[in-house]
C-alpha cells in the first residue's frame, strides 16, 4: 500500500520488520485477546497481529487506506474516527474481554491518548505503544527529577511502566527528528477510587501549571484559587516536583472533603 504519510496526523510509517517483529514479541498476542491497534496505517503491525490471532479491532482517522485494509484483512474490525473519541467502554462491553492496546501513535497526541488509558483503566489490561524516546523517559522518572511530571505521577496509581526498547528514526519513512522507544504498560488494580479519580488528576495538572512555582503559587493560579489547602497537611512552599504520587492523593482528598463541607 503506497500511500503517502500525512504530517497532519502524526504518521511516520514503521519499515523497520525488525522492530516490527520485536514489537510482535513484546504483544505476544494470544487467542482471545481483545487487541484494540491505534492507527493501523498501511496495515504493517495489523497483518503481523493477524497471522497469530483471527481478528483485530482497529482503529483509524485516515480515510484513504481503509478500505485497502477492511479487503486485505477479513480478520480486522476498522472503526473509523479518532481515537480519543471512540469510547472504549463500548468497545470492551462487546466481550467482556480487557482490552490491549497496541499502536504506532501520532507523537503529537501522545499525552491524551496516555490519559485516555488512564481514565479508562479499569477495562484496560495492558499496552504496547511506540512513543518519542523522551516522552518514555518522562513517565518513568521519580521525584526530583527535572522529567519528573503529570504523567509519571498518574500512571504510577495505575499501572506498571516498562521501557522496552529504543527505536531509531531511520526506522521509519518519513524520518522523525527525534529517537522513539515502545514502552509496555501493565495495567493494575488501583486503590484509587472512580470518584477520586477526576480530582486527582486536576490537583496533578494544576499542581505542575507552573512548575518552577511553590505549590502556594500553582494552586493559587489555578481551579482550585478559591480553596484554602493551609490545612491540608502539604508544605505548600514546595514545587510540585518535590512531592510523591501519595501527597498529591492527600491533596485530592482534601479538597473533596472540603468541598463535601460546603454542599453540607
Known amino acids: 500500500m503506497n500511500i503517502k504519510p500525512l504530517k497532519r496526523f502524526g504518521q511516520n510509517y514503521l519499515t523497520d520488520s525488525n522492530i516490527l517483529n520485536k514489537i510482535i514479541k513484546e504483544i505476544n498476542p494470544e487467542p482471545g485477546d481483545n487487541i484494540i491497534e491505534i ?3 498501511t496495515g504493517v503491525l495489523t497483518g503481523k497481529l493477524l497471522e497469530k490471532i483471527d481478528s483485530i479491532t482497529a482503529i483509524e482517522i485516515d480515510k484513504r487506506t481503509s478500505k ?20 472504549l467502554n463500548k468497545i470492551y462491553s462487546t466481550n467482556k474481554e480487557k482490552l490491549r492496546i497496541v499502536g504506532n501513535i501520532p507523537y503529537n497526541i501522545t499525552s491524551p491518548i496516555l490519559f485516555r488509558l488512564i481514565n479508562s483503566n479499569e477495562f484496560i489490561k495492558d499496552s504496547v505503544l511506540m512513543v ?3 516522552v518514555a523517559k518522562r513517565i518513568k522518572e521519580n521525584k526530583g527529577t527535572k522529567d519528573y511530571g503529570i504523567l509519571s505521577i498518574l500512571l504510577s496509581f495505575f499501572a506498571d511502566v516498562e521501557i522496552c526498547f529504543k527505536v531509531s528514526p531511520a526506522s521509519f519513512r518519513p524520518k522523525p527528528n527525534v529517537d522513539s522507544a515502545v514502552i509496555h504498560l501493565f495495567f493494575r488494580e488501583s486503590k484509587i477510587s472512580k470518584e477520586l479519580k477526576p480530582m ?9 501549571g507552573n512548575r518552577r512555582k511553590t505549590l502556594k503559587n500553582s494552586l493559587g493560579n489555578s481551579i ?11 508544605d ?3 514545587r510540585a516536583e518535590q512531592l510523591n504520587p501519595n501527597e498529591f492523593v492527600k491533596l485530592a482528598l482534601y ?10
Open 236 to 238: 505548600l512552599t514546595k
Open 224 to 234: 482550585f484559587k478559591d480553596v484554602d489547602f493551609s490545612n491540608s497537611g502539604i
Open 132 to 134: 518519542q524516546y523522551e
Open 200 to 208: 486527582l488528576i486536576k490537583i496533578v495538572k494544576a499542581s505542575f
Open 255 to 264: 479538597v473533596q472533603e472540603e468541598k463535601k463541607l460546603l454542599l453540607n
Open 39 to 41: 492507527g493501523p496505517g
Open 68 to 87: 485497502d485494509l477492511s479487503t486485505k484483512y477479513p480478520g480486522l474490525s476498522l472503526i473509523p474516527g479518532d481515537f480519543l473519541d471512540i469510547d
